[in-house]
């Protein structure tokens, strides 16, 4: 399902960075801001979007770079592009490791759901917490008592 609504205020965003970036004499990295379009985009949007803001927002680095320091590029400029886009970068790692372990962690939860239907809520907790997985060769001692009633 598509969200107009966010992808709208993350291009924004990030919009109003790269004018801010490449025409305002602003010496300091002014692109570490599009990791809030990246965390916008993290919010509302699917994984692919997350990652298609981040490349966006990498490439609007490094066209304001070069828009405004070409053919020379300071040490210092290159040093902050280089922040910006190490920002942009672990934000999204980080961001697509928080929705990860999210989907993990989601998954479990219905599993567990799944076996509180068919068992008490103690064995729910201890099939919860094995190890590991219930497997073919676990052998138990049982016994099994048929009663025909008449």
């Known amino acids: 399902m598509r969200k107009p609504l ?9 919009g ?8 305002t004499p602003f010496e300091f990295s002014v692109a570490v801001l599009y990791v809030l379009a990246v965390l916008i985009a993290a919010t509302y949007l ?27 590029f300071p040490g210092t400029a ?7 886009v190490a920002a942009i970068g672990i934000t999204t ?23 509180a239907r068919f068992f008490s809520p103690s064995l729910v907790d201890e099939l919860a917490d094995m190890e590991e997985p219930l497997s073919l060769t676990r052998s138990q001692s049982a016994a099994v008592m048929f009663v025909d009633v008449v």
Do not use: M, Y
């Open 6 to 14: 966010p992808a709208l205020i993350c291009s924004a965003w990030a």
């Open 16 to 23: 109003g960075i790269f004018v801010l970036d490449t025409f």
């Open 46 to 72: 699917g994984r692919r979007a997350v990652l298609a803001t981040a490349a966006c927002c990498t490439a609007l680095t490094l066209v304001s770079l070069v828009l405004v320091h070409h053919p020379h």
């Open 78 to 84: 290159l040093l902050r592009a280089a922040i910006s």
């Open 93 to 115: 790692f980080l961001v697509l490791l928080n929705r990860a372990t999210g989907d993990r962690l989601r998954a479990s939860e219905r599993q567990r759901a799944n076996l």
